[in-house]
């Protein structure tokens, strides 16, 4: 329940943060002030066709959106501490020397382990756990792109990520 909670908290405060106030952030939305209070209170869901609203609005949104669609609360999880795109950056790096090195600990993990039935006893909770440090530099890029479009919402990086057809092509 708190986790539902804090996630509806991170939701609420994306529209109100992109939107500049709780009755522009519900305007946007084209909702009652007093169903967005409802909606952080757990006592409604955001309908489904306000979703990509939000999202548009908001990076931190889609965030606390995807972590409630998927129950994934450890990899979209929301960083509370040290905001600042700079610090973001640094956990990012940290992450990234700790994933590559995951990566190919689990690639020599499974070399020659073409099934799921070669699998060890040992080899699960060694890859269970290698993988949680791909998981954290996940977590840390998310991260990094909420903080960047917070900090510069110049930058527009929420219809960047939303719209079809711009500069983030899908085949690659």
């Known amino acids: 329940m ?25 305007d946007k939305l084209g909702i009652s002030v007093s169903m967005l209070s409802r909606i952080r209170n757990l006592e409604r869901r955001l309908p489904d066709d306000l979703k990509l609203k939000a999202c548009e609005m908001s990076l931190k949104s889609a965030l606390a959106i995807i972590k409630e669609a998927t129950g994934y609360h450890k990899l979209f999880s929301f960083f509370t501490k040290d905001r600042h795109p700079a610090n973001l950056y640094q956990k990012v790096k940290k992450e990234d ?23 060890t006893d040992d080899d699960i909770p060694f890859i269970q756990g290698r993988t949680c440090e791909i998981a954290h530099r996940m977590k840390a890029d998310m991260n990094y792109l909420v903080g960047l479009a917070e900090r510069y919402p110049s930058l527009k990086l929420e219809k960047l990520f939303t719209e079809k057809e711009n500069i983030c092509r899908e085949d690659r």
């Open 2 to 26: 708190l986790a539902q909670l804090e996630t509806r908290g991170l939701l609420i405060q994306g529209i109100v943060d992109s939107a500049g106030s709780p009755t522009k952030g519900a």
């Open 97 to 119: 020397r700790e994933a590559d090195t995951a990566y190919e600990d689990i690639a020599d993990r499974l070399i020659d382990k073409p099934e799921d039935s070669d699998l």
